[in-house]
């Protein structure tokens, strides 16, 4: 069993979310980065849970993300393997939409891209999570080592799938 993260470090995760309550917004673009805020169904409470979380890809077919946790037994990560209905906020609106985990092949490729696209942030990110050694290696070593790491699709439900007439929310169980 992996040893608990430090509590400094479950501090930083969450400092962000602080920060949004706050109404302190949009200094992750300082870091050449995107975050969103996901809202999750507790999986045994019901009540809703959010996070914010670092955009690592972007789906073009559908306008969805690409997330990955800093923690692969993550709260909101059971969450949406119990339920994958979520609501994600971006750019100031809600968008419900549905996780899809991606782990494995088609997750390593994603990542590997925002690695190679924003090589200084993976490498601070790698230092305080760990889920690969090393970002400076070639790619097919990095890939191999990126096919275990969890990344879930977050993408947009259609109008006709969304409750109450498509406005945004969670959906009632």
Not at 5 to 17: N, T, V
Not at 140 to 166: K, N, T, Y
């Amino acid at each position: 069993m992996a040893s608990p993260r430090p509590a400094w470090l479950r501090w930083l995760h969450r400092l962000p979310l602080r920060l949004r309550r706050y109404g302190i917004r949009g200094y992750e673009r300082v870091l050449g980065i995107e975050w969103i805020v996901v809202t999750t169904r507790g999986r045994r409470s019901g009540r809703p849970h959010t996070v914010v979380l670092d955009v690592v890809g972007r789906d073009g077919a559908d306008g969805g993300w690409y997330v990955q946790p800093a923690e692969p037994d993550a709260a909101w990560v059971r969450n949406v393997r119990a339920d994958p209905h979520v609501v994600v906020e971006a750019g100031g609106r809600e968008t419900p939409a549905d996780a899809v985990e991606i782990t494995g092949p088609d997750g390593a490729e994603v990542v590997l891209r925002f690695i190679r696209t924003h090589p200084r942030y993976a490498r601070l990110v790698v230092r305080l999570v760990g889920y690969v050694h090393d970002v400076d290696v070639p790619d097919d070593a990095l890939r191999a080592q990126l096919r275990s790491v969890i990344v879930f699709a977050l993408r947009p439900r259609a109008q006709s799938d969304r409750p109450h007439g498509g406005q945004s929310g969670h959906p009632k169980s």
